[in-house]
Every structure is written in C-alpha cells, then in structure tokens.
C-alpha cells in the first residue's frame, strides 16, 4: 500500500513558527482579494520582524500586510501598488521602509521565473524609463533626499516580428518563505483558488523555497479533480485548514438607485 503524503498541520502559529527575522517572504493576494490573513497575524503574534516581502500590495493599514507595516515588521516592500496605506506612504518617505517599485506584470513573471528555475528574462516593459534606467528612489533619507536609487538595467535589442526591439533584462524573485490563501486545498497540498483571488497566489507560492498555504476548506487527495487543481502540491509544503474566512472589501461601490 502507498503512504500518502499529508502535509496539513493544527495551527497557522504552528505553520509559521520557523519563519525568522529577516526572511523572504512571498505574499499572495490582490488588493484585499484571497490574502493569507490568518497566516499574517500569526506572523505578527510571532514577533518576527527585518522582513522583506514580495507582494502585488501592502494591504491596508488595518488589513492584510498593512498589520505587519504598522507594527514596524517589514524592512523591503517589492511591490506594484502602494496607493491604499496611508502609513506605507509615511514610512516611505521618511526613509523607514525601502520599497522596490515593480511593474505588475513584470513581478508576475519575476515571481514565476524565480519557481520554475529562470534566472532571469528580457521583457520590453520599462524600456526608456528609469525602471530600465534606473533612479526610482528605493529609500529616502529622513531630510527627503534619495538615499538609494534603483540601479539601470541591461537593455539589449533582439529581432521580434521582423523588427528590432530594445529589452530590459529583469531578474527572477525567489523568497525564503510563500504565503497564500486558498479556497480548497487536499493534504497533498494540491490548491484551487477563487476566482480573483488567484492572482498572483500561485506565482507566489512557486516562488517560496517553503510555501505554506491557508485553505478555507480541507478535503482528501483525489477529491480535487485535476483539471480544478489550479498549483500542484509539490509546490505547496504546509497546509493550514482555517474555515471561513473575514473577506475585507478595498473600496466598496454600489449602483445609484435605478442605475
């Protein structure tokens, strides 16, 4: 008979407790869509601190990332969108927080160059910017000058569609650990997630040296038929069933009435 592999564990205190100061860290989720919000709390009851994190955002400032920001955990933020925390902005500017500002779909790509083993990769995104030229303010100094700026880039010209082309060489993200929420998960760690709460989850996740993923609702191998498997498992190494889940709206709009 074959042992089945059951990677699921009793608490998300247990499925972080190796994380340490000063580690990686990849983070799933969209604006406040399928965040690991269980997973960050234990994280921040942990007292971890010195980290840096690879995520689309940085959450709100009560909800999501924004709960370690606020409580001085994070060194480095690479990121796309920064525009909905108030105290992401104050950090930055006055030189506490380094953020590595990123194109969305170029950190897509960087996230899943980093899992599948590509060290990095030529896109014509950024070219005859300072993403490619470099001089995008990392971190400020407390008197608001620069005091680290984004390096340039290799930009080099390749024959695409019969015409030549300039691209910016950008290198592979892979973190120490991935966090990610998921609606199903079996214990194999097989994931499938909800609708666009699978965005950038699964890049994450491959790009984590160790994943650990919160899944809403836990079921056995071979319940998930494969075509519903959105990340295999073997990306995936721990499991935390957390049931339902607070799901946080960013900014909420309704139609007027008779719209």
């Given at each position: 008979?074959?042992?089945?592999?059951?990677?699921?564990?009793?608490?998300?205190?247990?499925?972080?407790?190796?994380?340490?100061?000063?580690?990686?860290?990849?983070?799933?989720?969209?604006?406040?869509?399928?965040?690991?919000m269980v997973l960050i709390e234990a994280l921040l009851a942990s007292g971890v601190d010195d980290l840096s994190v690879v995520s689309?955002?940085?959450?709100?400032?009560?909800?999501?990332?924004?709960?370690?920001?606020?409580?001085r955990r994070i060194r480095k933020m690479t990121s796309s969108y920064v525009g909905e925390n108030r105290e992401f902005e104050r950090?930055?500017?006055?030189?506490?927080?380094?953020?590595?500002?990123?194109?969305?779909?170029?950190?897509?790509?960087?996230?899943?160059?980093?899992?599948?083993?590509?060290?990095?990769?030529?896109?014509?995104?950024?070219?005859?910017?300072?993403?490619?030229?470099?001089?995008?303010?990392?971190?400020?100094?407390?008197?608001?000058?620069?005091?680290?700026?984004?390096?340039?880039?290799?930009?080099?010209?390749?024959?695409?569609?019969?015409?030549?082309?300039?691209?910016?060489?950008?290198?592979?993200?892979?973190?120490?650990?991935?966090?990610?929420?998921?609606?199903?998960?079996?214990?194999?760690?097989?994931?499938?997630?909800?609708?666009?709460?699978?965005?950038?989850?699964?890049?994450?996740?491959?790009?984590?040296?160790?994943?650990?993923?919160?899944?809403?609702?836990?079921?056995?191998?071979?319940?998930?038929?494969?075509?519903?498997?959105?990340?295999?498992?073997?990306?995936?190494?721990?499991?935390?069933?957390?049931?339902?889940?607070?799901?946080?709206?960013?900014?909420?709009?309704t139609a007027g009435t008779g719209a």
């Amino acid at each position: 008979m074959t042992a089945r592999i059951d990677k699921t564990l009793a608490s998300a205190a247990e499925a972080v407790a190796d994380i340490p100061s000063g580690a990686s860290l990849a983070v799933g989720g969209f604006g406040l869509c399928g965040i690991p919000m269980v997973l960050i709390e234990a994280l921040l009851a942990s007292g971890v601190d010195d980290l840096s994190v690879v995520s689309n955002n940085c959450g709100v400032d009560d909800w999501g990332l924004g709960v370690l920001l606020a409580a001085r955990r994070i060194r480095k933020m690479t990121s796309s969108y920064v525009g909905e925390n108030r105290e992401f902005e104050r950090q930055y500017l006055s030189g506490e927080l380094e953020l590595e500002l990123t194109p969305q779909g170029t950190l897509g790509e960087k996230l899943r160059a980093g899992g599948s083993g590509i060290a990095a990769f030529f896109t014509r995104t950024g070219v005859g910017t300072l993403v490619a030229e470099g001089g995008l303010p990392r971190r400020y100094a407390p008197d608001g000058s620069v005091a680290v700026a984004s390096p340039p880039k290799q930009v080099q010209t390749f024959e695409v569609g019969g015409a030549r082309q300039e691209f910016v060489l950008e290198e592979a993200i892979s973190t120490d650990f991935a966090l990610v929420h998921a609606e199903v998960g079996d214990r194999a760690g097989n994931l499938r997630f909800h609708a666009s709460a699978r965005n950038f989850s699964p890049l994450a996740a491959m790009a984590g040296r160790v994943c650990v993923a919160q899944v809403e609702r836990l079921v056995e191998p071979g319940e998930l038929a494969p075509d519903d498997i959105h990340l295999p498992g073997v990306y995936v190494h721990r499991v935390v069933e957390v049931g339902d889940v607070e799901k946080r709206v960013e900014r909420l709009t309704t139609a007027g009435t008779g719209a």
